[in-house]
């Protein structure tokens, strides 16, 4: 049975840092390429950011390039989402999300095993 779950989310203040794990079970996880996404209260689900399998390739939306950091430890099954100079846009709710497909440069397309979500909120 897979299992993915996140931790590492809660307040903190703007400008200030957080980081995110995501623990992935039950799956060849240096297989799958890694996503996080995002969804604020009453706005659509967005991708933060995605790793790919092999070469571990990354790609940022355009709101978090140069603050976020995503990497993997395949090892542990681990995905990391190191967010700096946190601001109050950036509070929602965020998912870790496995992905096998690749469809036009996107690692992170429909991903298949989601994680339950783990809040952050950033205080002005």
């Known amino acids: 049975q897979v299992q993915v779950a996140e931790s590492g989310g809660g307040l903190v203040q703007a400008g200030g840092s957080l980081r995110l794990s995501c623990t992935a079970s039950?799956?060849?996880?240096?297989?799958?390429?890694m996503g996080w996404f995002r969804q604020a209260a009453g706005n659509e689900r967005e991708k933060v950011s995605c790793i790919s399998w092999g070469r571990g390739s990354t790609v940022y939306a355009d709101s978090v390039k140069g603050r976020f950091t995503i990497s993997r430890d395949n090892n542990k099954n681990i995905l990391y989402l190191q967010m700096n100079s946190l601001k109050p846009e950036d509070t929602a709710m965020y998912y870790c999300?496995?992905?096998?497909?690749?469809?036009?440069?996107?690692?992170?397309?429909?991903?298949?095993?989601w994680g339950q979500g783990i809040q952050v909120t950033v205080s002005s």
């Open positions: 039950g799956l060849s996880f240096d297989n799958y390429a």
């Open positions: 999300a496995a992905s096998t497909t690749y469809v036009n440069g996107d690692y992170c397309h429909a991903p298949v095993y």
